[in-house]
T-cell receptor
């Protein structure tokens, strides 16, 4: 069974710092990796996806993928209080069914 | 651009009553569609997915059912709600790359 593991947190960082969110997975056949942000009471929103080993940058966000070690991470630079949310890691392996982690709660304090 | 609608936004129903939640997608054809449930403070639980009209796959056996009467319409139903059916119901569509886009959700409280 495919598993995606995330530390539930909360991860607390000061405003302006780098927040590092990590995710490990069990299925070596996983091909696509996604990060979603979910504000309290709202639906998840896709913020990053990555398919190849290495880094992918989009604004203040960087996704990092290491398939050999089976982990994917999300870095948020210059963290803002508005980044406070739960971040969900997800992956798919070519089937129609994605696998989601349970999410890491991030708190950015002023 | 693609948009996804869900309604109602909130719903309070008594135990034993029926349920019908609707989801529609605009701006794309033949999307893969999904129903998820998220209990308070919990992760996403995949309930059903559909790869085409009339094609429904169930991930969790329960008193819920789903139907896809049109290409961009996905309906979640129940004949008799249980207390344990309370939660945040999310509809999503996925593009061929696997990226999922969620609707605004329906918050269901069964009393």
């Amino acid at each position: 069974q495919k598993e995606v593991e995330q530390n539930s947190g909360p991860l607390s960082v000061p405003e302006g710092a780098i927040a590092s969110l990590n995710c490990t997975y069990s299925d070596r056949g996983s091909q696509s990796f996604f990060w979603y942000r979910q504000y309290s009471g709202k639906s998840p929103e896709l913020i990053m996806f990555i398919y190849s080993n290495g880094d992918k940058e989009d604004g203040r966000f960087t996704a990092q993928l290491n398939k050999a070690s089976q982990y994917v991470s999300l870095l948020i630079r210059d963290s803002q209080p508005s980044d406070s949310a739960t971040y969900l890691c997800a992956l798919s392996g070519g089937s129609y069914i994605p696998t989601f982690g349970r999410g890491t709660s991030l708190i950015v304090h002023p | 651009s693609q948009t996804i609608h869900q309604w109602p936004a909130t719903l309070v129903q008594p135990v034993g009553s029926p349920l019908s939640l609707e989801c529609t997608v605009e701006g794309t054809s033949n999307p893969n569609l999904y129903w998820y449930r998220q209990a308070a403070g919990r992760g996403l639980q995949l309930l059903f997915y559909s790869v085409g009209i009339g094609q429904i796959s169930s991930e969790v056996p329960q008193n819920l059912s789903a139907s896809r009467p049109q290409d961009r319409q996905f309906i979640l139903s129940s004949k008799k709600l249980l207390l344990s059916d309370s939660g945040f119901y999310l509809c999503a569509w996925a593009n061929p790359g696997g990226e999922q886009y969620f609707g605004p959700g329906t918050r269901l409280t069964v009393t």
